[in-house]
């Protein structure tokens, strides 16, 4: 039986989620107790024992109630969104499920359609986002998609263009965004170059080249900085021009989230940090 | 209340006249095919014909329900739309001319399509997005549309268009039940999609309960919450033969598999959920079974056949 830096089980942290599993183990989206203690198991290996990850004010996350994390990609493939999922899974207490929005093509392919389905991990569509900020669920979003992981061992650190619709459905719903900043992505897949003509014939966006020519990630050290929760004021019908200013204030915070990352840290004093097993570990920002 | 019910043998039909007549409403049917013992005056006629309208004149019936409409898994081919939209506006143009109140439309969720890139929980203001993939849906769907469209065409008329999930139940009838038939169920391998599905002795409660309320407008109807099809198969004494998408499209017709177009391969890859909750309020309906009942009925009536 996996045991999780609490020191209870997978299992038992599943059964703390806030999700309404019928006999079945499942609910009504689909989310099944089997799956996601397979993915979580899966996960905690990667997360504890194959990269080194650390993570920075878990605690702004709410314990529960609606909200959407809101963050930077890169890294090829999508190891930021497995890595933020592990985060909020084994390091908040109560544990809560990030639920993401994933790109259409993933739902084509065999396997990904079902393990993305039955792990509450859907299809990128503002109707998914809009039931499941209603539900009071943790929605998890990277507003630069498929162009966020596409980004070269370069361009890492940098942020590309935003759409404005997470903003507005945050507006819709009255919805907190939880801007986070993710770093190690792009040492974990140092991408060089990506292969959109060959992605295309295999149904993806682009397939990752790397220097060792596998698209695999390297055990690389990583970053899950959470910053300050953001309300913006709006029922999402606002201009574009209010929204952009909305979006932008997002970026510059998730900007300044990578910059503290990349700043080598000083002791932290009167931090509250706990090591946890493995490599990872938790700490809170001296505020 | 004087109901006429067209297609009525089938077996939500019958289980719709057997719950009219407990409340005590006077209830005559319309069917092409024989329905043996019926407990009601059953006119054997095709609706597009004249001795269907026929019924109509003589009978005055205050609401109708229009259960007449056929899916390409049961009648491939041109006759399916002739049934279909010819049926509809038969029906739609009776109930006009009779000075009928109420017309109950009876279409199917799938309404809707199943896509890849489809939201869950589909709501009634939604567009059928999917026929692309599946034309053979399109005359079904043109029926709803059709059938939608007296609201504001013929707003003498009271029209609901009710969209149901599968049934399922000890009849066995209807697309979920046929497909579930066998010991071993062909499924796409990396797949398994969410499957909605009611009892179908709610489905026909579903029914009854608009025509009592006599509500208007155009609603899904579901029963509890989706299921995966993984579960449905395994809780109906089934199993599961998964099977790559490429040989399950050559398999079609082949080794005792039904003879399917290939956008229905669609609806075992793709979950169509729907939300129900409008027709819930306005009606207040609730389903009676939950999902474990409607399995074990079926289970039951159909037990799986041991090697």
Redesign the interface.
């Known amino acids: 039986m996996a045991i999780t830096p609490f020191g209870d089980s997978i299992e038992e942290r599943i059964g703390r989620l806030e999700i309404p599993f019928?006999?079945?183990g499942?609910?009504?989206?689909?989310t099944?107790r089997a799956h996601l203690k397979w993915m979580y198991g899966f996960f905690g290996l990667l997360y504890r024992h194959y990269f080194s990850v650390k993570v920075y004010d878990i605690d702004r996350v709410p314990d529960r109630g609606r909200a959407m994390l809101v963050g930077n990609h890169s890294g090829g493939i999508a190891i930021d969104a497995a890595m933020v999922l592990a985060a909020c899974f084994f390091e908040k207490n109560p544990p809560r499920l990030a639920q993401s929005m994933i790109e259409?093509f993933l739902?084509?392919?065999?396997?990904?359609?079902?393990w993305a389905?039955?792990t509450g991990q859907?299809?990128g569509?503002p109707?998914?986002a809009v039931?499941l900020l209603e539900d009071d669920r943790l929605l998890l979003v990277f507003p630069e998609g498929a162009r966020g992981t596409a980004k070269l061992f370069t361009e890492r650190h940098s942020l590309v263009d935003f759409g404005t619709g997470f903003v507005r459905l945050a507006l819709k719903t009255r919805s907190p965004i939880i801007p986070f900043g993710f770093l190690g992505g792009g040492e974990a897949m140092p991408t060089v170059a990506n292969a959109y003509t060959l992605g295309k014939l295999m149904g993806v966006p682009y397939i990752p080249i790397t220097p060792y020519g596998l698209p695999l990630p390297l055990p690389a050290m990583m970053q899950v900085r959470f910053g300050e929760p953001l309300m913006f004021a709006g029922d999402g019908t606002e201009d574009d021009e209010v929204v952009i200013g909305y979006v932008d204030e997002v970026k510059r915070s998730i900007a300044k989230l990578i910059a503290d990352g990349r700043t080598p840290q000083p002791a932290l004093l009167n931090a509250r940090s706990s090591v946890v097993p493995g490599s990872s570990s938790v700490e809170a920002s001296a505020r | 209340m004087k109901v006429l019910v067209v297609g009525v043998s089938s077996a939500i039909a019958k289980l719709v006249v057997d719950q009219l007549l407990a409340a005590g409403h006077e209830v005559e049917g319309i069917d092409r095919r024989e329905w043996a013992k019926a407990p009601i005056v059953v006119h054997t006629v095709d609706i597009r014909k004249r001795a269907a309208e026929e019924v109509f004149r003589k009978l005055r019936p205050t609401a109708v329900v229009h259960m007449g409409t056929v899916t390409s898994l049961v009648m491939p081919g041109e006759e399916r739309y002739r049934i279909n939209l010819g049926g509809t506006r038969a029906v739609f143009d009776h109930c006009r001319a009779y000075d009928v109140a109420h017309c109950v439309f009876v279409g199917r969720h799938t309404y809707y399509g199943a896509a890849s890139d489809s939201p869950l929980f589909h709501t009634e203001d939604e567009p059928p997005m999917a026929l692309s993939s599946f034309p053979e849906l399109a005359d079904l769907v043109a029926a709803d549309l059709y059938a939608g469209g007296a609201l504001w065409r013929f707003p003498e008329l009271h029209t609901t268009v009710l969209r149901l999930c599968y049934s399922l139940g000890p009849s066995g009838h209807g697309t979920l039940g046929t497909f579930l038939r066998g010991s071993r169920i062909p499924t796409l391998l990396g797949f398994d999609p969410l499957f909605q599905f009611m009892h179908e002795v709610d489905a026909a409660a579903a029914i009854v309960r608009t025509l009592e309320r006599r509500t208007r407008g155009v609603f899904n109807v579901v029963g509890p919450e989706p299921m995966p099809l993984s579960i449905l198969i395994r809780e109906t004494g089934r199993h599961s033969l998964p099977l790559p998408e490429f040989v399950y499209s050559m398999a079609l017709g082949r080794f005792g598999l039904p003879k399917l177009p290939p956008g229905a391969l669609g609806h075992i890859k793709y979950p169509v959920v729907v939300d129900g909750s409008a027709f819930a309020r306005e009606t207040g309906f609730a389903a009676r079974f939950d999902t474990t009942k409607a399995m074990s009925d079926y289970r039951a009536a159909f037990p799986p056949k041991t090697s």
């Open positions: 019928n006999r079945y499942v609910d009504q989206y689909g099944s259409k739902n084509k392919i065999p396997f990904a359609s079902l389905g039955r859907f299809t569509l109707e998914h039931r």
